[in-house]
């Protein structure tokens, strides 16, 4: 059926390095993705999206790769700072509503 | 306007009683969400109005559940007769456009724990 999943539950990176948050979709006609970071006891937190005719987006210390062949798209994050840490959801826009995977938790080792 | 809020934030109830919840989008935004998320998991949608109409809802919305939002600007969403496994945050979330292409702001949940 159609999902949006991770490949990986939890990240460890040291702080500084660069993180990488994978997710894989299956419906072949969606057309716009967006990844959230989500802190504990708080709500999702828009970080950047990405519309299907492009193949890469970068922001302030992130960038969205999407891969349409193989229906991936992934999440980098520049020197991974503490503040980091949180789970990171890829979520995929059909229209009306939207469908979360399951989430990465990144933890940032000082 | 300081985004999508949610009250209250926790609520603690019995099993069988009904317990409601209030969600202010920000400002203008003609569509808002109703999401419910499990620890661990992502959110889950629930249903969606597009001003004061219901569009649509999942199949995770039982007839226990009732979802308003009767001026098209704040909504309620209203559990009757709770049991433990609506223990849950739940998430409200707004958008501004029409179109497809369009993140949600979500507000900070209220957390549901039914004893």
């Known amino acids: 059926g159609e999902s949006v999943g991770l490949h990986l539950p939890t990240l460890s990176v040291q702080e500084g390095d660069n993180s990488i948050i994978n997710c894989a979709y299956s419906?072949?006609?969606?057309?716009?993705f967006i990844w959230y970071k989500q802190e504990s006891g708080k709500g999702p937190q828009f970080i950047i999206d990405?519309?299907?005719?492009?193949d890469k987006r970068q922001g302030q210390r992130v960038t969205v790769l999407l891969n349409k062949t193989v229906k991936h798209l992934s999440l980098q994050i520049a020197a991974t700072q503490p503040g980091d840490s949180a789970v990171y959801f890829c979520?995929?826009?059909?229209?009306?509503?939207?469908?979360f995977g399951a989430g990465t938790r990144l933890t940032v080792k000082p | 306007d300081t985004g999508v809020s949610q009250d209250p934030r926790h609520k603690i109830t019995k099993r069988g009683q009904n317990v409601t919840f209030r969600c202010d989008p920000i400002?203008?935004?003609?569509?808002l969400y109703w999401y419910r998320q499990t620890l661990g998991q992502g959110p889950e949608f629930l249903t969606y109005?597009?001003?004061?109409?219901?569009?649509?809802k999942s199949r995770l919305l039982s007839d226990r559940f009732s979802a308003e939002r009767p001026k098209g600007s704040f909504s309620t969403l209203e559990i009757q007769r709770t049991e433990q496994g609506d223990s849950a945050m739940y998430l409200c979330?707004?958008?501004?456009?029409?179109?497809?292409?369009?993140?949600?702001?979500f507000g900070q949940g209220t957390r549901l724990t039914v004893v």
């Open positions: 990405i519309r299907s005719n492009m």
């Open positions: 979330a707004s958008s501004p456009a029409q179109g497809r292409s369009t993140e949600a702001f």
């Open positions: 419906n072949s006609a969606s057309d716009y």
């Open positions: 979520a995929e826009n059909r229209g009306n509503d939207m469908r």
């Open positions: 400002s203008e935004h003609n569509r």
């Open positions: 109005f597009q001003n004061e109409a219901q569009l649509e």
